[in-house]
Every structure is written in C-alpha cells, then in structure tokens.
C-alpha cells in the first residue's frame, strides 16, 4: 500500500471541509451522484464508439446504487459508469488539477465563515463528501482494464492508495459516517428526499438499498392458539428518482424548482439560475436545448482555461462537454444541454467542429438566448444584475459576432453624462439626441470620476450632447472603436475627434495664434517627445489645457493583448 500526500491546496480545502461550518451538508449526496452520472455517461459513450468496449457492453444499462448501514454507520454510493485506474485516482481525487478547486482555494480568506460560504458558491464537489465522513474509500476499476484500486482517505493530509478486486466495471464510494451524521444521513427517508430533490432527473435510475425488518401476518389459526408474531429482515431495492433526462420533458410539466434543481446538478453552482431557455425545435432538424444563465458570471469566465458549459447530447447519450464551440466564446458563461436527435450516436468528437447539423443547432441557439436576454431587459431590476455580470462578454460579442451585432448592441449598456447612476441603451441615447446629432460621442478611461471631472467634456456639456463614459477601458478601448455605428450614428471618442460646432471667428483665431506662438513653442520645448504637438482649442471654458489622443496604433496593441490573454 503506499502513501500519498494531497497537494497544499486540497490539504486546505480539506481542513476546511472537515472543519466546516457549511449548513448545507446534504449536498454531498448530490455532487457525489451527479459524479457516478457523468462516469455512467462517458462509459455509454464509449461502448458506442470504443471497438475494444462494444462486445462486453452490449447489454450493459448504466445505474446507481445507494445503500446505507446505521449499525454500521456507512452510507455507499455506487455506479456501474467509467470507473478510474490508479493515474486516474492520483490526478482526479488526490491533486489539485481542476480549475474550480484551485480557485476555489484562491478565493478563501481564512474566515471560516466566510470561505464556509464559498463552498456553496463553488460547488467543489467529491471533496464535499468529507463535511460528513469520517473516512471515505473509494473502489474502482476502469472500463476495459483489469486491475482495480482502492483509494483510502480520513481527509488529513494524506491518501492511500492499494490494489484490490472487484469485479465489474465503475466506482463504490463507501462512506463511514462521522458520529453525529449516522442519524442524518443513514436515513431510508431523508436519503430518498435529498435524492428526489437535486437529483430526479439524473438520466438513470438510482436504487434504494436497505434492509427493513418486517412483522409477518400471523394466521388466525396461530392468532388463536397465542403465538407471537414473527420478525425477519428483508432487502429492499427501490428506485428513488424518475430518471428521466429533464429536457425531455414537456414544459407545461416542469416546475421552476425542477429547472432549477436540475441546474444545480450540471453546474457547479448552488445558487437558482438568473434565466432558464428550455426551447425544442422540429422540423428539419430537430433537437432540444435547455440553457441557464447563471446569477453570477462563473469564476473562470476570463482565464484562458475556462471549462465550457455545455454539455452535448445526441438522443439521450452523452456525447462531449469538452467542447468549447457549441456556442461562441462571448456566451460562454451559458450553462446548459443540447440534444440533437439528426447527429449520428457514433459522431467523433473531432468531426463535430465541421458538422452543418451542429453549425445549425448553434446559429439558432444564439439567436434564442439574446432574445430571452432581450427579454429580460424589460425588467430593469433584473437587467441591471445581468449587466453587472455580464457585460464585457456583451462587448465581446459585438466584436466576435458579426451577424447578431445589431441585436447585441441593443443589449448594451453605458453610463453617461445623462445620469449619475442608471445607465443608459444606445436606442435611449439616440432618442435623448437632437436628430442633427448623428454621432454617439464617448470618452474612454479607467476611472469613472475621472471621467466625469475630464476638461474634455466642457463644451460637449455645453452644447448639450451626451457622452458615454466608458471607465472598463482594457475592453472598451478595444471594442467601442471596432463598432463602426449604431443605427447609422457612428460612434466618436471625444479625445480624437473635435469637439462639437463651436461658432469660429476667423479673425479672431488667427490674431490668438498669434499671440499664443511663442508660449506654445516654449511648452513644447519643455515636454519634449511627452507629446506631438501643442495647440490652441476652443474647446475649453474653465480649464486652461488638456491632453488628446491621436493614433489608434496603442488600441490595436492593447486588443492583441487581451485576446491572448482569453486564449483567443
Ligand atoms: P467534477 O465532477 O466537477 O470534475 P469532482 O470533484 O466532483 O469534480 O470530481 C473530480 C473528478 O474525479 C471527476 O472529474 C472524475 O474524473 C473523477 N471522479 C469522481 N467520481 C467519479 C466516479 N464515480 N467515477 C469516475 N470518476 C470519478
Ligand atoms: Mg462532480
């Protein structure tokens, strides 16, 4: 048997898991089945599409089984999916590969009721199984491979990891209860209710294991004569959830708290989803999507590696939830499924990117999910959380798609000098504008005050014309320049353009440049190559200079930059 240390990270998730204040402990049972669900998935995938699978899968039917001991003081968790050999136990349970555990740990503060809330917010799931055990093996052997291991842990700073049997194909995750836990979760009826709760419409049946001790009905011959009755034990195998994929239902059937259970089980997240899409569409092609906007944008949402939200289906088998083009980048914080009822079962993950039926699926999918988002804008309270999610993968996609730019330009939101505190859509500022205006003016920097107080604004206050201040400049400065115009008013940033119909006087001018020359000389003397040149402006009323931007070379070094830096 040999020893293996966690990496410091899981160790401190660990010591937080154990010694966690979480009141939501119950979920354990959900990230554990939705585990034994996604490795029932990728075996009926392989057995589709693996030669070396087929034959001794054919019959094979993918559940999972739960059982649980008071006596004893062990709850197991089993499923016949994938299974994991010793690498697999090594890279996925005992080290920190995943993204979202890593994260999670970056994102604790040392509080611990604090970072007790962060694990909801995360959703760190096979680590949560240590909030109620005081020991967890986990068996395993691996489809199509011969040894199988046991994985040993007490959720201290180390793992054991040893050979052993056992002989079918998947995982048992033999849970020893902590004393306190025996009488919460080694319970027939909380066990079926948590069940029924977060995982109904997990697509394969989970049984109820148990043994009950029954009274057996006495005749009444030995009624008569005054036997007692006699007690024998009997197993029970129940099935506890309804095991049918959700997105097949109908809509008229499904109630709020079934999407949004469901939306718990596929997305890491413990919080009800801002905006549910559930959308079936016949025809030529015919399929079925179900989409979730979260309420908060995921945590990975700007690292290179993010992990991508959708996992896709082709009549009911999983197919891939690796791959990062079922939708355009810019949605990708969509969580959700589609399930494609024209693609081949066989389909390769490779031949996916240049499938017309999937092209399809996906041009009609982004069309639905801004119209909902469209809908949504209507309810300002609303909204005004989903732009504080989410408005930079906005602005990216008015740079990433073409064809939906106009309806993703509606979308937007700016604030402006129209208002202090509500931002306003492009539609509202044009209406705001005088009709001769034509021109959307703007002004782009880091700091909204700064902004606010920039002598640039002066004789566009003036003259009463409204400028957006865009203050999230890393992205506006790349994006606003790229729009081109909305609804045929182009879009002007106020630092390189010139400022709005001031009345000129020739004369005047020219008699102030005059008397200006020599101090103008003198400036530029002085600030060198600070700057390209120094000018006169009628731009300014109570301020007595300010700087202006000329070449557009900087925007296009800062753009490649932070396209890079998404993986793009
Ligand atoms: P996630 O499910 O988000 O990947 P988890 O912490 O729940 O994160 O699980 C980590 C990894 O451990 C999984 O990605 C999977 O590779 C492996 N794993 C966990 N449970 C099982 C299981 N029952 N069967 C096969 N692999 C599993
Ligand atoms: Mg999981």
């Given at each position: 048997?040999?020893?293996?240390?966690f990496?410091?990270?899981?160790?401190?998730?660990?010591?937080?898991?154990?010694?966690s204040?979480?009141?939501?402990?119950?979920?354990?049972?959900?990230?554990?089945v939705?585990?034994g669900?996604?490795?029932?998935?990728k075996?009926n995938?392989?057995?589709?599409?693996?030669?070396?699978?087929k034959?001794?899968?054919a019959?094979w039917?993918?559940?999972?089984?739960?059982?649980?001991?008071?006596?004893?003081k062990?709850?197991?968790?089993?499923?016949?999916?994938?299974?994991?050999n010793?690498e697999?136990m090594?890279n996925?349970i005992?080290?920190?590969?995943?993204?979202?555990?890593?994260?999670?740990?970056e994102?604790?503060?040392?509080?611990?009721?604090k970072?007790?809330?962060?694990?909801g917010?995360f959703g760190v799931?096979?680590y949560?199984?240590?909030?109620?055990a005081s020991?967890v093996?986990?068996i395993s052997?691996?489809?199509?491979?011969?040894?199988?291991?046991k994985?040993?842990?007490?959720?201290?700073?180390?793992?054991?990891?040893?050979?052993c049997?056992?002989?079918?194909?998947?995982?048992?995750?033999y849970?020893?209860?902590k004393?306190?836990e025996?009488s919460?979760?080694a319970i027939?009826?909380?066990?079926?209710?948590?069940?029924?709760?977060?995982?109904?419409?997990i697509?394969?049946p989970?049984?109820?294991n148990?043994?009950e001790?029954v009274?057996?009905?006495?005749?009444?011959?030995?009624?008569k004569a005054?036997?007692?009755?006699?007690?024998?034990v009997?197993?029970?195998?129940?099935?506890?959830?309804?095991?049918?994929?959700?997105?097949?239902?109908?809509?008229?059937?499904?109630?709020?708290?079934?999407?949004?259970?469901?939306?718990k089980t596929?997305s890491?997240?413990?919080n009800?989803?801002?905006?549910?899409?559930h959308?079936?569409?016949?025809?030529?092609?015919?399929?079925?999507?179900?989409?979730?906007i979260?309420q908060?944008?995921?945590f990975?949402?700007?690292?290179?590696?993010?992990?991508?939200?959708?996992?896709?289906y082709?009549?009911r088998?999983?197919i891939?939830d690796?791959?990062?083009e079922?939708?355009p980048?810019?949605l990708?914080?969509?969580?959700?499924?589609i399930?494609?009822?024209?693609?081949?079962?066989?389909?390769?993950?490779?031949?996916?990117?240049?499938?017309?039926i999937l092209?399809?699926?996906?041009?009609?999918?982004?069309?639905?999910?801004?119209?909902?988002?469209?809908?949504?804008s209507?309810?300002?309270?609303?909204?005004e959380?989903?732009?504080?999610?989410?408005?930079r993968?906005?602005?990216?996609g008015?740079?990433?798609d073409?064809t939906?730019?106009?309806?993703i330009?509606?979308?937007?939101?700016?604030?402006?000098?129209?208002d202090e505190?509500k931002?306003?859509?492009l539609?509202?500022?044009?209406?705001?504008?005088?009709s001769e205006?034509?021109?959307?003016?703007?002004?782009?920097?880091e700091?909204?005050?700064?902004?606010?107080?920039?002598?640039?604004?002066?004789s566009?206050?003036?003259?009463?014309?409204?400028?957006?201040?865009?203050?999230?400049?890393e992205?506006?400065?790349?994006?606003?320049?790229a729009?081109?115009?909305?609804?045929e008013?182009?879009?002007?940033?106020?630092?390189?353009?010139?400022?709005?119909k001031?009345?000129?006087?020739?004369?005047?001018?020219?008699?102030?440049?005059?008397?200006?020359?020599d101090?103008l000389?003198?400036?530029?003397?002085?600030?060198?190559?600070?700057?390209?040149?120094?000018?006169?402006?009628?731009?300014?009323?109570?301020?007595?200079s300010?700087?202006?931007k000329?070449?557009?070379?900087?925007?296009?070094?800062?753009?490649?930059?932070?396209?890079?830096q998404?993986?793009?």
């Open positions: 048997m040999a020893k293996h240390q990496q410091t990270e899981v160790g401190q998730l660990l010591h937080l898991m154990t010694h204040l979480y009141s939501n402990k119950e979920i354990f049972i959900r990230e554990l939705s585990n669900s996604d490795a029932i998935d075996l995938y392989l057995r589709l599409t693996d030669e070396k699978l034959d001794n899968f019959s039917k993918g559940e999972i089984n739960i059982s649980f001991d008071e006596k004893d062990s709850l197991t968790i089993m499923d016949n999916g994938i299974g994991m010793e697999d090594i996925s005992g080290t920190i590969a995943k993204s979202g555990t890593k994260s999670f740990v994102a604790l503060t040392g509080d611990a009721k970072d007790s809330n962060l694990i917010q799931g096979f949560s199984v240590f909030m109620v020991k093996d986990v052997k691996k489809a199509g491979e011969e040894k199988a291991y994985w040993s842990s007490d959720g201290s700073g180390e793992f054991d990891l040893a050979p049997t056992k002989e079918s194909a998947g995982t048992v995750i849970i020893k209860l004393d306190e025996v919460e979760f027939k009826y909380r066990i079926k209710s948590i069940v029924e709760k977060y995982s109904n419409h697509a394969y989970i049984f109820l148990y043994e001790e009274t057996l009905e006495l005749s009444e011959e030995d009624k005054g036997k007692e009755a006699t007690k024998t009997e197993k029970r195998h129940e099935q506890i959830n309804a095991a049918t994929a959700l997105w097949t239902q109908s809509k008229s059937k499904l109630k709020d708290e079934d999407y949004n259970n469901f939306y596929i890491q997240d413990s009800d989803p801002m905006l549910t899409i959308t079936k569409t016949e025809g030529v092609n015919e399929y079925t999507t179900l989409f979730y979260p908060n944008a995921p990975d949402m700007y690292r290179a590696d993010y992990q991508s939200g959708i996992k896709l082709v009549k088998v999983f891939t690796d791959d990062k079922l939708l980048t810019y990708r914080f969509v969580r959700g499924i399930d494609s009822e024209d693609l081949p079962l066989n389909v390769s993950r490779e031949i996916l990117q240049e499938n017309r092209a399809n699926i996906k041009q009609s999918s982004v069309k639905k999910i801004l119209s909902e988002i469209k809908k949504l209507k309810d300002e309270e609303k909204y959380k989903f732009i504080s999610q989410y408005i993968a906005l602005k990216e008015v740079y990433q073409y939906n730019k106009e309806s330009l509606e979308l937007l939101r700016y604030k402006s000098t129209n505190v931002m306003t859509s539609e509202d500022y044009k209406n705001r504008a005088s205006q034509k021109a959307i003016y703007y002004i782009i920097g700091n909204e005050k700064v902004l606010r107080n920039s002598p640039l604004l002066e566009y206050k003036k003259n009463n014309i409204e400028v957006l201040i865009l203050d999230d400049k992205i506006d400065e790349i994006i606003t320049p729009i081109g115009a909305f609804k008013w182009e879009f002007k940033d106020i630092t390189t353009s010139e400022a709005p001031v009345e000129i006087n020739e004369e005047e001018k020219k008699e102030q440049d005059e008397k200006y020359q101090l000389v003198k400036i530029k003397e002085k600030l060198q190559n600070e700057v390209k040149e120094v000018k006169l402006t009628n731009r300014l009323d109570s301020f007595a300010c700087i202006t000329d070449s557009q070379d900087a925007q296009m070094a800062a753009m490649a930059h932070m396209f890079r998404m993986g793009q």
